[in-house]
């Protein structure tokens, strides 16, 4: 019993934190429930063997939800470092026992550093492991064994609307719902089927944690939305990366740094439906669609002999037309000329100069 109220006692900033946040915009029901999953995380960390050097402050604030600090640096002139900076800072996600770390991939993509820091402000080297482009997973594994438990990953098939989650990162927790699960399509050839989509927003979401009610890991936080409860309206939030698409890949990831098998055709466009029309907002540099021809203000009409119907229905005619490498056709309207144009796909990953440490 000691050690439960000692443990109890540590996660007390974790809970000042989730109340502070919580009265201005959830129902004290749902305060309730989050603050009852947050004092079994904090029980069940104080089970966790002890160090002796730091008996007070091995265990407490994020350990307990099994989260760090994330902090990655990438050479300048990476592909990447344009969009992203060269130097990022997010949560990742301690999954195993081996220090083997989940975050959102964009954080550590083409980086040539990468560490953790956990809770005692200790900070670890970690190695790039893998880094799946179609779901936005990254991995890496601390150098050094970590005092953190692992969390459990649950299904995040079964998390239902309405539900109240925490979204758990390095900087604290906040207590949110889930208000929507739905389709997901990114400017930058990204299309999840069935993201998870929580509010209120919350500042801290890359690479954080989304734990339900029983303490089990459900998503990984990716971006901030303004729709997060339905597509057109404004209702910011944000989008998580659900876990189970993590299961099939992980062996993959782990093993290889890649998932098996051949990779989607990827051109290097990003593009915004307007007035019903697909435009081209931006082309990456020295990616195949630039190299073709394309333009940002281009409007794509179809791929191949096919007419396209917005952004989802444009991906998945590209991606249906063979892997990376396959040449794709495209009729696009360029200022006031109908031009066609043939792309080179190629895949993504090659792309980036990501450093092979895996």
Not at 155 to 181: N, T
Not at 285 to 312: H, M, Y
């Amino acid at each position: 019993m000691h050690e439960s109220v000692s443990g109890l006692s540590r996660a007390l900033p974790v809970f000042t934190t989730a109340l502070r946040r919580a009265r201005a915009c959830v129902a004290g029901s749902v305060v309730l429930a989050l603050l009852g999953l947050l004092a079994s995380a904090s029980l069940a960390a104080a089970d966790a063997p002890a160090d002796p050097a730091k008996p007070d402050r091995q265990i407490r604030n994020m350990d307990a939800l099994s989260v760090v600090l994330l902090r990655a640096t990438a050479p300048k002139d990476a592909r990447s470092s344009a969009a992203l900076g060269a130097v990022r800072q997010g949560s990742g996600i301690v999954i195993d026992n081996n220090g083997l770390i989940l975050t959102i991939g964009y954080l550590i993509v083409e980086a040539e550093a990468i560490e953790i820091v956990t809770a005692d402000g200790k900070a670890v080297p970690a190695t790039l492991i893998g880094y799946d482009h179609a779901t936005g997973f990254g991995l890496v594994r601390a150098s050094l064994p970590l005092s953190i438990r692992p969390i459990e990953l649950g299904e995040s098939a079964a998390l239902p609307e309405r539900e109240p989650v925490l979204i758990a990162g390095f900087d604290g927790v906040a207590p949110a719902f889930v208000v929507s699960k739905r389709q997901f399509a990114g400017y930058w050839e990204y299309l999840l089927d069935s993201a998870i989509f929580t509010a209120p927003v919350t500042v801290n979401w890359s690479g954080a944690a989304l734990i339900g009610r029983d303490g089990k890991l459900y998503g990984v936080g990716s971006l901030v939305v303004t729709d997060a409860v339905k597509p057109q309206t404004y209702s910011p939030g944000n989008m998580f990366v659900p876990i189970d698409l993590l299961k099939p890949i992980l062996g993959d990831l782990i093993g290889t740094g890649r998932v098996s098998g051949p990779a989607r055709p990827w051109i290097g466009v990003n593009t915004q439906e307007m007035q019903g029309h697909l435009v081209v907002t931006r082309v990456t540099r020295d990616g195949p669609a630039e190299k073709s021809g394309l333009k940002a203000g281009d409007i794509i009409l179809r791929v191949g002999e096919q007419q396209i119907a917005g952004q989802v229905d444009f991906y998945k005619k590209l991606w249906s037309k063979g892997p990376a490498g396959t040449e794709i056709a495209l009729s696009v309207l360029q200022g006031a000329q109908m031009k066609d144009f043939v792309v080179h796909s190629m895949d993504r990953a090659q792309h980036v100069r990501t450093r092979a440490t895996y």
